[in-house]
Each structure stands twice: as structure tokens, then as C-alpha cells.
């Protein structure tokens, strides 16, 4: 099972566009790095490979076949805001078990505490809710994995702590992993190969 | 990075500083949260002082604390000094703007219906604006149309030197720059970081908040290193090498280890919510070195090499 981009060109509306006949392709296991300036649609492409966009021409691939319309989406997304990505009218443990049941081992790697739990968004910081956005997307059906700037806005403890999770269970179940960083040490620290976005189209 | 730095009286003084706000939880029932506990912090003019620490750790709390822009329902204790003198409110509001001057973190503190010039002008105390402004728009290499422009037309790098430009043409001797880079491209925070060196260097003081430990080490003369809204350590920038060993505090090791391009170690844990702090050290649920003496007695502030800390283990 292998994640594609077929020569993808997108645009907003009648905008410029951000990306013209692009290929590339994640293998499972495999940990990529994105980079490239900021604007050059990095983030973009991220969004078009979990199905948030869909592509002007050229398609996005799973195993050949198009992502599913319905169901658990098996390219799972972390954006770098999470306060953007959780519903405000939800208590977190709402958020965290929308799509199945995180196991209590998994919490306390992340240093998600239970009292969290019950508490809105807006009472967490962005660290702490970036714990939830990343327990949320790891669910058993998660094959591939799209970090854009997962822990750009955290600092080095909670950024170590996060990717070492992340970084066990993508190794246990062979989950790909495509992520977007400024920050190259980052990248090479945990990337297999890296793609420089401005190179490639 | 002025060589006078050690030599001068410092400019800001803060000393066991706490800050605590008053929240309704429901109904007529009220919580405390103490965002900062006990802080001790002090800048020379010429020096740039880097406070580095996760997010939710109080940073931009202090910041607000120093400026006197706390929200209404802000307990404030503790003492804070501005060139020798007792920083009261009264003295805030008239030094804010003028003396003290505050890099925000988002563009959004732009006021979005007027134009940059215009906004930059103000930070100007007296009469020639104009000139002072475009000398400094010149210096940052923002175009001679740039004045003309509003808010929602700069890239995020051009409205990053506008908000620089803003401080830099106050005559402020105390500038606090709020997350001035936060997920930037590297060559716009590199050159706000010389830009705040350049300030540094002209003889300005700068406090310089942030959760990114390199651009810290790469700007500031010391680190301040925040945990759970006190300063655990404060250490010279030259301290944070090798293994983390001239390093007094657990978790000024603890983050300087975690980095990717050394051992990328997390520590088990997260930061104690400032709604429900437990007596002893703030670290001492997720530190190694911790014994009963941690977990009863807050570790007073000690002077160790040339740094502070506050930790029982400390040597």
C-alpha cells in the first residue's frame, strides 16, 4: 500500500497556481521530509493528499485506488494550529474519541493527563492540544501520516515526547509518514529521504 | 553581544514576582490560577536576554506583567525596578511606548485601517517622524511605497519588520520582543534575529521571548529558562553545550538534550497547569534527581556559576 500524488496541479479558485504536474510517493514505514520555502504550497499538497482538497488535474492514490469518500480516512493530517482543528463546543475526550478509542498507554506517552479530559479547547495551551490532535489521527486504520509543522509551535521537551510516540507506533505498524518543517535538524533527524518542493516542479 | 553587558547597573529589575488571575468556573463559584510564582529577572542595557520556555509556561504573561497591560481581573505581587526606580503602574503607563517598548508576537497587533508609515510615525516623540521613519523603512529595506501600504497588504517578512521598525524608532531603552519568529521561514527569522542584535548593539536592552531554543542561543548574551511560570535557571548562552553539563537545572538539560540534533529526549510528563500547582519544585513530578526534600520545599533561588537556579540539587 503506497501513498501517490499523480502529476497533481492545484489552484484556490481562479488563483495562480500552487502546484503544476507534481508526482511523488510515500511508501509504508518510509518517514519523508517536505521542505521549501514558505508560500510553496507545502501545506497544500498536504491537504490534497488527506482528501481536504481535491486536485485540478492529475490524482491522489492509495494502493492505486482514490482515497474513500466516507468512512475513517486512512491518511490522517496534523495541522500546525491545533486550536484550529478541534470543535470549540467539544469537551476534549469528545475530540479524542470521535473516531475510536485511544488506549490509556497512548495517552500517558503523550502526556495527555485524564483531568484534561474534561476541559474545553480554550482551557488548554497549544502544546497540550496538540497531544489530543495527534492521539486523535493514530487510529488502527491510520496507514499513512501528513505532520505539517506538527511541533513547530512547541518547545524541544514536548516536541521530543511527541515524535517519540509518534515515532514507536509508525514503526510497529508500518505507518508512512510525510512531514513539513523550517526546522532541518528536525528533518534530519527522523526522515529517511527528504523532498525539496522547489526541486521537483 | 556588547562587552559591557556584565559591567552596568541592570536597566529591569523584577523580583518574586507572582502573578495569579481570578476566574468565574461556574456560577458565582471562582478558581485561581497562578500564572507566574515567585520570578526573579533582571537586563543591562546592551544585553539581550533570551526567555526561553513551552508554551502555557507564562512568558508572554511577564511580558504583559512588565508593561502593566495585565487584564483587570490580574493579582499582581512581588517588585519590579525600571532604571533604579520602583516600576508602579503609574510609571508604567507613562514609560510604555516611550521607554519600554513591546515587539508583538502577531501581526495582528497592526491596526488594520491604517497605513504602516503612519503607524511607525507614532513611535516617534517628537515632531520629525517622517524623516525617522523612512530612514528606518530604508534600513530594513522595506521599499520607499511600503509607508503608503495597510496591514492586510505585506507579506508575513514585510509586516515582521514593520512590527521591528515600530520599536526600533521609539527611543525605548527597554524593548520586549513577544515570539517575534514563531513558524517563519529561516531567512526571515535570521534577519529579525540581526535585527535585534542591531538594537542590542546601539545600547538598547532586549528581552527576547520564545519557545525556539536555537534562535535563542544564536541571539542572547543569557538564557532565561521558564517552567511552569517561574524561572528555573537563568544561565550565560555558552552554558548550553556538550552534554548539557555546565547546566544547573534538570530541565534546562532536560530541553537542551531534546533537541533533534542532539540525544531528541523527551521527559515523561507534561507542565503542571497553573490552576492546580503543588507545593516543593514544579519539576519535581517529571525530574530524576527528585527526593522528598523537592516535593515539600520550594528550592529557593541560588547563584551558581556565574548563573542562577532554583533547585535543591543543584551544584
Redesign the interface.
Known sequence: MRLEAQNVSFRYKAGPWILRNLSLSVMPGEIVGLTG??GCGKTTLARLLAGFERPDAGKIALDGQPLPAAGYCPVQLIS?HPEQAVNPRWQMHNTLCESYLPDKSLL??L???N?WLKRWPNEL????LQ?FCVARALGPQTRFLLAD?MT??????????I??AVLRLAGERRIGILLTS?????I???SHRNIDLTSIF | MSATANTDKPLLEVSGLSVSFIQYAAGLRQRTFQAISNLNADIRPGEILAV?????SGKSILAHAILGILPGNALVSGSMSYAGQELTPKRQAALRGREIALIPQSVNFLDPLMRVGTQVRFSSPNGNGTAMQREIFTRYQLAAGTERLYPFQLS?GMARRVLVATAAASPARLIIADEPT????????KETLAHLRELSAAGRAVMFIT?D??AALETADRIAVFYAGTTVETAPAGDFCGEGERLRHP?SK???Q????ND???????QP?PA?LLPGCLFAPRCRLSTLECASAEPALRSIRGGTVRCHHAA
Request: aromatic content about 6%; cysteine-free; charged content about 20%.
Open positions: 520555502p514558505s500546525q500517558e506517552e502526556g495527555i493527563k483531568e495551551s497549544a502544546g497540550e497531544r509543522e513547530t509551535m512547541l518547545d524541544a521537551v514536548t516536541q521530543a515526547q515524535w517519540q523550517h526546522d532541518s535538524t528536525l534530519k533527524r527522523i | 526561553v520556555g513551552a508554551s502555557g508575513g514563531p513558524g517563519l521561514h529561516p531567512a526571515i527569522v519557545h531554543i536555537n530541565y532536560a530541553l537542551w531534546a533537541l533533534p540534533q531528541f529526549r523527551p521527559v515523561p510528563g507534561s497547569s492546580d
